[in-house]
């Protein structure tokens, strides 16, 4: 059974636009979310997180929002560049049990 | 400040053939985790360390799975014999506190 599930494979936004990234999680214990970046040949690269008890956290061009009742976070990146084209991972955590629980990835493509 | 290191990157090996990682993680990082990555899905946690201690391998597969964190420091995963089912992308993590896992760059596996 699939705890965090993102349902876009793909997702191609042209330079300048926003881009937004979904994730559905299942597991209402779940009280930390983070997002990963990973390039081609590279191990993932923490983006951002936000914890269960935040609705949004922002960092630079990154937001993260969480909407606990409908169990949905999103990444919105604006404005998009072409060197943010990767893919994209959301991950949970349950209490402080170390352990993450990953998304299977959206690959983001920003087109000059 | 290193990153975590990982060796060898890539590895093809015929099926039956016995095969070992090696992680090196940031230096001061308690926690250390491997993780396995299939194609097209987002990397599952195998087995999870606190200094030496292994505090959760419950999807670490151990009829043919084994790891080692001698001295708390450097880890080897290590897969005997190799199924054709094991290829797929192992990365090795660490952490120091909180949520956040710093990634290899992982080991490619191809099983023939």
């Known amino acids: 059974d699939q705890q965090v599930k993102q349902n876009s494979p793909s997702l191609s936004v042209q330079e300048g636009r926003i881009s937004i990234l979904n994730c559905d999680y299942t597991n209402s214990m779940f009280d930390y979310f983070l997002w990963y970046k990973k390039y081609p040949a590279e191990g993932p690269t923490f983006l951002i997180s936000i914890s269960s008890i935040k609705d949004k956290n922002e960092d630079g061009r990154f937001t993260v929002f969480l909407n606990k009742s409908a169990k949905h976070l999103s990444l919105h990146i604006v404005p998009s560049q072409p060197g943010d084209s990767a893919v994209y991972f959301c991950?949970?955590?349950?209490?402080?049990?170390?352990?993450?629980?990953f998304g299977q990835g959206t690959t983001l493509q920003v087109k000059p | 400040e290193a990153g975590v290191v990982q060796s060898p990157r890539y590895k093809i090996i015929e099926k039956k053939q016995p095969v070992a990682f090696w992680c090196n993680p940031i230096s001061g990082h308690n926690t250390l985790y491997w993780y396995r990555q299939n194609l097209g899905q987002g990397p599952e946690l195998l087995i999870r360390?606190?200094?030496?201690?292994?505090?959760?391998d419950s999807q670490l597969p151990k009829d043919r799975f084994s790891a080692e964190r001698l001295k708390g420091v450097d880890s080897t995963l290590k897969i005997q014999p190799a199924e054709l089912g094991d290829s797929a992308v192992y990365l090795c993590a660490s952490s120091l506190v909180g949520y956040e896992q710093y990634f290899g760059p992982g080991t490619r596996l191809t099983v023939t």
């Open positions: 360390y606190e200094n030496e201690e292994a505090v959760d």
């Open positions: 991950a949970a955590s349950e209490g402080n049990t170390g352990k993450l629980i």
